[in-house]
């Protein structure tokens, strides 16, 4: 009887043992998820890094350029290398062809840029509503391309995004043209904050349009 005993408690804990095990496998996540989602965190880090690189040297070129810095060449040339970062990372998953045409469209947001922070700062009326209105269209094709690339990616969203990327810009060289350093510390928070969103909301769009690149599920299979 005794051994009876023994041999059903030693059953009962084997069986306990074996359910502990299968629900703690179910619940952890496997090599393959972990790894999956490695993946996908760094390629938010890197595009983020990307991005606010975008915004940071948009920044110092600002700031050199209101205020005769002699850097602010330096800045540009540094701001244009950043569009052919973004512009190679993106080809990575939609080729180079696609890449190099992002790339140009970046460089022509950046070159438009320049633009208005010259008209600005000489009071050129005139040449800043011209130099915006080119900006708006650059930021609509922006969109257009990156809404052709993605389905991930609504055009609508995208165009929002570029439209309050340039509008948060312009508030950065407004302040500071004004001398109003906290306004223009609240405006270069408002940019960085918004490219951040920018960022993942790219990141996440490739995801779900690459899933097999990332171990994940495609939406159409949610």
């Given at each position: 009887m005794q051994r009876l005993k023994i041999v059903s408690a030693s059953l009962a804990c084997a069986f306990v043992l074996g359910v502990s095990s299968t629900a703690l496998a179910q619940a952890s996540p496997t090599g393959t998820a972990m790894a999956s989602s490695a993946t996908a965190a760094t390629l938010k880090q890197d595009m983020r890094k990307l991005w606010t690189d975008h915004v940071v040297w948009t920044r110092d070129y600002i700031v050199a350029a209101l205020g005769d810095h002699p850097g602010a060449q330096a800045s540009a040339n540094r701001l244009l290398k950043n569009q052919e970062d973004i512009g190679n990372a993106v080809a990575k998953f939609y080729g180079d062809a696609a890449g190099k045409q992002l790339t140009t469209l970046l460089k022509e947001?950046?070159?438009i840029a320049v633009d208005?922070?010259?008209?600005?700062?000489?009071?050129?009326?005139?040449?800043?509503?011209?130099?915006?209105?080119?900006?708006?269209?650059?930021?609509?094709?922006?969109?257009?391309?990156?809404?052709?690339?993605?389905?991930?990616?609504?055009?609508?969203?995208?165009?929002?995004m570029m439209k309050m990327h340039l509008s948060t810009t312009t508030n950065e060289v407004v302040a500071r043209l004004n001398k109003d350093w906290e306004g223009d510390v609240r405006a270069y928070d408002a940019v960085y904050d918004h490219i951040i969103k920018m960022s993942d909301a790219l990141s996440d769009g490739i995801v779900k349009q690459f899933p097999d690149k990332f171990g994940a599920r495609s939406s159409s299979s949610q």
């Open positions: 947001h950046i070159t208005v922070v010259k008209a600005a700062k000489a009071g050129d009326k005139a040449g800043l509503q011209k130099a915006d209105g080119r900006w708006q269209q650059n930021g609509e094709q922006i969109a257009d391309f990156l809404s052709k690339a993605n389905p991930h990616w609504p055009r609508a969203t995208l165009a929002e």
